[in-house]
């Protein structure tokens, strides 16, 4: 029997945060994205993975499909400048800046933020794309 998209993407979610390795992920939730292409949330997470797992060229078409669904996504403009910064691309401070106003306004994206970028740095100890990130939304 097929799981539903939205089981498959708990699941997969459940897994993630259990410490499961994330090329093993990435298949979770290519499908998820196949099966669900407006799904911005599913896009999210496959650009995550793409940047954790050292494939920022995926993680930029992954990203910006997420952005093009949901622009309001703090998360969705994070991993685009995550991607931007790691592909050498320019334009990238717009997705920064405009991810600060949607973070300023809302404490629970904030806290949401911290936690995810804190979950980059201890998978990714040396991520210098995702230090940087942080001290642009967080301390300047």
Known sequence: ????VESLFDTGLERYKAGEPVESLIPVFKEVCDRAPKTSSAWICLAWLYLLNNK???AYKAANKAV???PQDPQARINLALAML???QKGLREHIDFAQQLIFVNEEWADEIKNSIED???RKPD???LI???????EE
């Open 1 to 4: 029997m097929t799981q539903t």
């Open 56 to 58: 920022p060229s995926l």
């Open 68 to 70: 093009k669904l949901n």
């Open 86 to 88: 790691e592909t050498g």
């Open 120 to 122: 980059g740095l201890t």
């Open 127 to 129: 991520w210098q794309s």
């Open 132 to 138: 940087k990130v942080k001290k642009w939304l967080f």
